[in-house]
């Protein structure tokens, strides 16, 4: 089992404990729900590139330049 | 270093490895508090996020930082759970090496919320090596009694022997 070091600031006493399964848990489960955050916001941020070159794509096929594609970032 | 600077307590963490390191009982008789770390973590990378939260509080933390990794610059928005103040250096970097951080909490005890700045370098002899800057809020009234530094990003890693972590509280007079 995982061990935790608390240094109790009062005392300067340190205490190494084994997680108890319940903190175990929970920590898995607070890393779960992270990586869930993570990998929406890098598919929010992936959707807003690929949004991104798709209009200059379209840009350019009208004929813009890339500097006046550029000027209007 | 101003001698109103006074060690609070200082934890290295045993041949067992730990998974979070947390200092409790933190008097509330100083103006601000200082965390150096120098931290090597056991993931199979490069580095490992540290996360750190406060009085045991996994809600209201707001921080943004940038990352330089060697090769890029990169802004981050950090999650609200707990606040990701560096990176580790972790299995993958030269053997025996540590990271450095530094975490400052101006006005620690106070009824306002509560702010952060940080910074933090990783070490590796090799191409990829990360330092980050930030800030942070914990938005909350409460005095800070206690700090954990451990590695929620991921649930199951720790620090490796000899990663040590030092509370300093700052007097202004």
């Not at chain 1, 205490?15 to 990586?35: C, G, P």
């Not at chain 2, 972790?90 to 400052?104: D, E, H, L, P, R």
Request: hydrophobic share 40%; glycine share 8%.
């Amino acid at each position: 089992m995982p061990t935790k070091l608390i240094v109790d600031c009062s005392t300067g006493v340190t205490t190494e404990l084994e997680l108890t399964a319940e903190e175990v848990a929970q920590r898995e489960a607070d890393a779960a729900a992270f990586a869930e955050i993570k990998a929406a916001e890098e598919a929010a941020a992936q959707a807003k590139a690929d949004a991104k070159a798709s209009a200059e794509a379209k840009l350019a096929a009208l004929g813009l330049t890339a500097d006046e594609i550029a000027a209007l970032n | 270093m101003a001698n109103t600077y006074e060690a609070i307590a200082t934890v290295t963490v045993g041949s067992g490895g730990a998974a979070t390191i947390e200092f409790t009982s933190i008097p509330a008789t100083y103006t601000d508090l200082l965390l150096l770390t120098s931290l090597r973590g056991d993931r199979s990378g490069v580095t490992q996020a540290v996360s750190l939260i406060v009085n045991g509080s996994t809600t209201t933390y707001t921080h943004k930082y940038i990352r330089g990794d060697g090769s890029s610059v990169i802004s981050f928005t950090g999650g609200s759970g707990w606040m990701n103040p560096g990176q580790a250096t972790a299995a993958s970097s030269t053997s025996n090496t540590f990271s450095n951080g530094k975490i400052y909490i101006p006005n620690y005890a106070s009824s306002n919320n509560k702010s952060f700045s940080f910074e933090d370098v990783s070490e590796n002899n090799g191409t990829e090596a990360y330092a980050t800057l930030g800030v942070g809020v914990w938005s909350n009234a409460s005095a800070i009694t206690s700090i954990e530094l451990g590695q929620r990003d991921y649930g199951s890693l720790k620090f490796v022997q000899y990663s040590t972590a030092t509370l300093y509280g700052i007097k202004n007079s």
